[in-house]
């Protein structure tokens, strides 16, 4: 049976190992606002291309281009790679016993301002988060933002910014099945680890691990992930993070070749509001339930006085009948399914799956009207519903 694990470590003071899960993501930030931090990524020298190195022994090592471009992606990246130690206290609820459990994961530097790009799950539940550089500098950590649906969180630490290398931000909006990656972390808490390989698909689904909801779009790739890569960025030739590491499928708990990373164009569209707001602002359609059949998606129930419900969508109705035998009365209850309105599109855009509704719906922003196309009573028509915040 296969399984998915998230890519961090945690351990008991007694030397207890469970290992739990890694993860990769991917992204490029901008941020708005007046109570925002301006993150000021680092910029790429196309003068200098990532095979040629600088290096004095180099000629003397007969090194292949491939060689050199490994070594290039290492000493450009592993400056931005941060390792993430937390500490937290579990209960056990049996014996009413307290423990404390010590944890690690991996980060990326993202801007002067000392913001830290991680996994949610590294540091869920955290009562103490420790960053140690690449110059092996530690400095303790605030959680910033977190949004436990996409598992991404942003920390802070207060550094100089001279201490402070952001990594390169690239764009995953271009991949291909077979380009070659790099994933640089801290697996099992070893520092400045790189292992390689290629992106072996494209747009998978797999739960979270924290919101047990489905990550849509993630990057699967056989470079080797195990327990502490969590957090860690999924890399391109040219240092460029395109991804960040959160999972593997494995029987073992260890590195099987299937690893799976967020793309760096989601965490790029995300990372801005967890620094200004502190969470995600999604807007919200005000559907609660929907059932996935082949001809659409059936509305199950609605979230009272939502957008939806506001707009006139239906769903299941709850149907109460009564009925008297002398003094007594008695009640009986059904749902009546043939109330229910079916999505078949929403501006325009066929709906199959109840998770592509939910990504359609994460495109828009508060306030934004949308048309969907429903079948109502075995007739279609269009229906407006103007966004909320969720």
């Known amino acids: 049976m296969t399984r998915v694990f998230f890519s961090c470590t945690i351990g008991t003071l007694a030397s207890l190992a469970l290992g739990l899960a890694l993860t990769c993501s991917n992204f490029d930030l901008g941020i708005g ?3 925002a931090h301006a993150v000021e990524p680092a910029v790429v020298d196309s003068a200098s291309p990532p095979s040629e190195l600088s290096g004095p022994h180099d000629a003397a090592l007969h090194l292949t281009p491939e060689e050199r471009i490994n070594i290039s992606v290492y000493e450009r990246a592993n400056p931005s790679v941060v390792n993430i130690s937390t500490q937290s206290i579990l209960v056990d609820n049996f014996f009413m016993l307290r423990r404390e459990a010590e944890g690690s994961g991996s980060g990326a530097v993202i801007d002067k301002r000392g913001h830290i790009l991680t996994n949610y799950h590294v540091v869920d539940g955290a009562s103490a988060i420790k960053v140690t550089l690449a110059s092996t500098k530690t400095y303790a950590a605030t959680l910033v933002g977190k949004d436990k649906e996409q598992d991404i969180a942003v920390l802070h630490i207060e550094a100089p910014a001279e201490e402070l290398q ?9 991949l291909r099945v077979g380009q070659r ?17 290629i992106i072996s698909s494209l747009n998978r689904d797999l739960p979270s691990r924290v919101s047990g909801q489905v990550m849509s779009s993630r990057i ?9 890569n969590s957090g860690g960025p999924l890399l391109d030739t ?9 999972a593997i499928a494995t029987t073992t708990g260890q590195n099987a070749g299937v690893g799976f990373a967020i793309p760096i164009d989601r965490v790029k569209q995300m990372v801005p509001q967890l620094i200004q707001h502190g969470r995600v602002i999604r807007a919200s359609i005000g559907i609660a339930q929907v059932m996935q059949t082949e001809a659409g998606l059936v509305v199950v129930s609605l979230t009272p006085d939502g957008p939806a ?5 239906r769903g299941f109705r709850r149907v109460v009948q009564r009925r008297q035998e002398g003094p007594v009365v008695y009640e009986t209850e059904s749902i009546d399914r043939s109330h ?5 599109a929403v501006d325009g855009e066929p709906m199959l799956t109840g998770v592509r509704f939910r990504d359609k719906i994460s495109e828009y922003k508060p306030g934004q ?5 429903i079948e109502r009573d075995g007739q279609e028509q269009d229906l407006a519903v103007t966004l909320s915040a969720d």
Do not use: E, H
């Open 309 to 313: 419900a506001r707009a006139g969508l």
């Open 33 to 35: 606002g007046p109570a």
């Open 340 to 344: 229910a309105d079916r999505i078949l």
């Open 166 to 174: 952001p990594v390169v931000l690239g764009n995953s909006d271009n």
């Open 181 to 197: 990656v790099y994933i640089l972390g801290n697996p099992f808490s070893w520092d400045g680890t790189l292992t390689t390989g």
């Open 220 to 228: 699967q790739t056989d470079a080797a992930m195990n327990p502490g």
């Open 238 to 246: 040219r240092s460029r993070m395109i991804g960040m590491c959160v």
């Open 369 to 373: 009207t949308i048309k969907l196309r």
